[in-house]
């Protein structure tokens, strides 16, 4: 499953993820907001999207915000989340958010990346495995132990 979020900046590429994943037949839940509020605050959506996320392995989540920084640090918070920020740029940059850190929540800057190129990074991003090569797990499973003891 895909979880996704937003807040009131990232709400319009968000409905055209929204979109590219149901012309795809991939299985999403939209977390919110489902309207346009100049006033709403990003954790109410993007802090639900990333628990969703977290509760099994396949999970995915995807959430946009003006930068995406702030979406990115509410995710991270979560344990077992690893977000990663898309705010335009060359396509290893997605490659490797998922080859070498198995990331599981995108976050993208929706005043730096139009709709085109939103659209091409989700498309990567969904389609990249994680390599599982040894020194990325290892550096993986670092992290993992440092959240089991918080």
Known sequence: MIYLASDH???GL????KR???EKNLGFADMGPHSYDKDDD???FVIPAAEKTALHPG???IIFGGSGQGEAI???KVKGVRAAVFYGGPDEIILLSREHNNSNVLSIGARFVGEESAIKAVGLWLGTPFTGEERHGRRLAKISDFEARR
């Open 9 to 11: 900046a990232g709400y």
């Open 14 to 17: 968000k409905e055209a993820v």
């Open 20 to 22: 590219f994943l149901a």
């Open 42 to 44: 990003y954790p109410d």
């Open 59 to 61: 999970n995915r989540g």
């Open 74 to 76: 509410a995710a991270n």
